[in-house]
């Protein structure tokens, strides 16, 4: 196990009707006006919008809106909302939504109380100081509620990029699984392959004898293999909702991935995917991950066989490891595949001849390397992309 | 799953050397005078408040010392540490040591700020006030490094107690696996039976569709049964000791057991037993859990199967599930049978004639019960007693 820190500050409200305790907790930060950030017009459809003011107005907190956050939030909002955010004195960000909502708002957050461009976090600046910010989750997926990071695309070139820092850490996260009754089914899809691949980026590793983590990264997964076809053939299952909602948080405060490197490559090999086709991020990743799966799978049988037999429930083959290694792989395809995830480029709407585009805006040259359990190069991204085909 | 709030604000640094960092971390929190709370000779011994009082000087921070901790820390040290405290100035509580010594710490830095008797706190009133406290932990056990709670034994009438209160949370941990490497056999496995235990106390419940925790509460428990044979095999393997390190504060800070009723009737009726004959806790709940077990599984067949078949890999015995519950009680008391736990009165070297007197301490009388898994009086207290014999 490596060393590391673990620091999960959060507070976190789950459950039944707790948005209406949204006002109170802003107060309990010092927060005194508000920015409500939302999405599109569900929130003000479902009545969630107007919960949560009314239970500003009760703490007599006053509150300006801005809405029309898209899936693969763009820039542009962003500098909208930091102008609004001087313009009104805002001193608190409030998020009303999914995981897009929630990094629009933290990059508003950071942007707000900086003097250069707020772009430049996302080309690598640390995020040191920002205003507080609130959450109320509406998707689980991102995990976004409960992080240090934030990923914003620039509409000019669609790049799409992350950035990161404690000070965007939501100071509260109001989970209500009641929100996500109303999800349609790709969405829910979508954010449970998110979920899922947070956790892998932290289980497909070389480092040695971390257990409690392999342990606690399983259980998430198992969580949503029961879960998620669940919520799918019952989209008013609570139940399942909740353990769907909490296992997203789970996935990605870091709790399941401490003390081991972790790798990442496939959510970066993903970006691209999203930023230049914009489709839904965890598609994206259902797409992607089974082929990066293959692409590096024989640089750790062991760990793919693990992943078969514990995860998938696979009988470990014994005289033949590798056979089980590709056979976890193929279970989490067929998974995606049966929760109506597309699992391959024909099937997401991506095109072959846009691979050598992707390859070079994720910038792997030089010797750049993008991931941790095989340090791939641009032409093993060419490859990865091309067994997604 | 029921509602919850989950907040676990304390910044745990672990690794190798961590302790080093415990004078940068004391003054991050504006410590400026520190009492250093510790146990006995072995972190004189080892270098170990060597090194942190270094800590402390490079940082020029003074401090004073009490030590002299015992397992089932007393009333009548806490009052000494809040009389030198306040002598002192003292505005931080630093621990040095397992549960004992920072449940100890915890009681000081709520006793300091508190115009009462801190007893009071042990009494059932909410700590809402405290000096910070941080911890550097050498047995993991208690998971105190990262729970709001403390427990302390008031030596007239050997009363042991709980307090409670978000003010005593560490404000930061430092866990050092190389610390435990020197620890006995007795102590690893009396800490390894608190651990699993923590996690039991959430796990048993009649809460339904809580996946998420259950599978998180079943991690921890195999991690343990893996990496508990391991460090006892070799006290000096480190990462055993990390992951039996790690799991022991994801067991306490809550993260495996919200959003269901817990139960803890065990750990009560252990605290008259450790009380009484001033054993080791852990040692205790070995004896106690598989009798409470026994006592009340046919409240919840279905969980205690589970219990067996997920965390004892035991054959689900489908025409007889009971069986297969019964099983899993087998297994974990042939665990702490190997791991060198006693798990009956004789082994621990309790007296059947002192059962009445314990039943009675408990005060379980005028309708008061305890535990929710199932509701116990004192008629049933006596009855697990007797089933430990």
């Given at each position: 196990?490596?060393?590391?820190?673990?620091?999960?500050?959060?507070?976190f409200?789950?459950g039944?009707?707790?948005?209406?305790?949204?006002?109170?907790?802003?107060?309990?930060?010092?927060?005194?006006?508000v920015?409500?950030?939302?999405g599109?017009k569900?929130?003000?459809?479902?009545?969630?919008?107007d919960?949560?003011?009314?239970?500003?107005?009760?703490e007599?907190?006053?509150?300006?809106l801005l809405?029309?956050?898209?899936?693969?939030?763009?820039?542009t909002?962003?500098?909208?909302g930091?102008?609004?955010?001087?313009?009104?004195?805002?001193?608190f960000?409030?998020?009303v939504?999914?995981?897009?909502?929630?990094?629009?708002?933290k990059?508003?957050a950071?942007?707000?109380?900086?003097?250069?461009?707020?772009w430049?976090?996302?080309?690598?600046?640390?995020i040191?100081?920002?205003?507080?910010?609130?959450?109320?989750?509406?998707?689980?997926?991102?995990?976004?509620?409960?992080?240090?990071?934030?990923v914003?695309?620039k509409?000019?070139?669609?790049?799409?990029?992350?950035?990161d820092?404690?000070?965007i850490i939501?100071?509260?996260?109001?989970?209500?699984?009641?929100?996500?009754?109303?999800?349609p089914?790709?969405?829910?899809?979508?954010?449970?392959?998110?979920?899922?691949?947070?956790?892998m980026?932290?289980?497909?590793?070389?480092?040695?004898?971390?257990?409690?983590?392999?342990?606690?990264?399983?259980?998430?997964?198992l969580?949503?293999?029961?879960?998620?076809p669940?919520?799918?053939k019952?989209?008013n299952?609570?139940?399942?909702?909740?353990?769907?909602?909490?296992?997203g948080?789970?996935?990605h405060?870091?709790?399941?991935?401490?003390?081991?490197?972790?790798?990442?490559?496939?959510?970066?090999?993903?970006?691209?995917?999203?930023?230049l086709?914009?489709?839904?991020h965890g598609?994206?990743l259902?797409?992607?991950?089974?082929?990066?799966?293959t692409?590096?799978y024989?640089?750790?049988?062991?760990?793919?066989?693990?992943?078969?037999?514990?995860?998938?429930?696979?009988?470990?083959?014994?005289?033949?490891?590798?056979?089980?290694?590709?056979?976890?792989?193929?279970?989490?395809?067929?998974?995606?595949t049966?929760?109506g995830?597309?699992?391959?480029f024909?099937?997401?709407?991506?095109?072959?001849e846009?691979?050598?585009?992707?390859?070079?805006?994720m910038g792997?040259?030089?010797?750049?390397?993008?991931?941790?359990?095989?340090?791939?190069?641009?032409?093993?991204?060419?490859?990865?992309?091309?067994?997604?085909?």
């Open positions: 196990m490596l060393n590391f820190n673990f620091y999960s500050p959060t507070h409200l789950f039944k009707e707790r948005e209406n305790e949204a006002g109170k907790l802003v107060k309990e930060f010092g927060g005194t006006k920015l409500i950030h939302y599109g569900s929130a003000i459809k479902s009545g969630l919008l919960r949560v003011k009314k239970s500003l107005e009760q007599k907190i006053s509150y300006v809405g029309g956050v898209k899936p693969n939030p763009r820039d909002l962003v500098y909208e930091i102008k609004l955010c001087k313009q009104e004195g805002v001193d960000v409030l998020a939504g999914g995981g897009s909502v929630i990094d629009s708002a990059a508003i950071a942007g707000v109380v900086y003097e250069g461009d707020f430049d976090f996302y080309e690598g600046k640390e040191t100081k920002a205003l507080r910010v609130g959450t109320v989750l509406t998707i689980a997926a991102a995990g976004s509620e409960g992080s240090t990071s934030s914003i695309t509409e000019d070139g669609m790049l799409k990029r992350g950035a820092g404690l000070a939501p100071a509260f996260s109001i989970l209500n699984p009641e929100l996500m009754t109303t999800l089914a790709f969405q829910t899809a979508s954010g449970a392959s998110d979920i899922m691949a947070h956790v980026e932290r289980y497909f590793t070389h480092t040695k004898d971390v257990e409690i983590t392999d342990r606690l990264c399983e259980a998430v997964l969580t949503m293999i029961k879960e998620v669940r919520a799918l019952d989209p299952n609570y139940e399942a909702r909740a353990n769907i909602m909490w296992a948080m789970v996935a405060n870091n709790i399941v991935g401490v003390g081991r490197q972790q790798d990442w490559s496939s959510h970066a090999i993903e970006h691209e995917l999203s930023a086709y914009d489709v839904a598609a994206g259902a797409v992607i991950f089974p082929a990066w799966m692409y590096v024989k640089n750790n049988i062991d760990k793919f066989a693990q992943f078969a037999v514990r995860v998938w429930g696979c009988e470990m083959n014994f005289e033949n490891p590798e056979a089980t290694a590709l056979e976890g792989i193929e279970r989490i395809k067929q998974f995606f049966s929760i995830m597309p699992i391959n024909k099937e997401l709407g991506a095109k072959e846009d691979i050598p585009y992707m390859v070079k805006t792997l040259d030089n010797g750049k390397t993008c991931g941790s359990f095989v340090e791939l190069k641009s032409e093993d991204v060419d490859k990865i992309y091309r067994l997604a085909l």
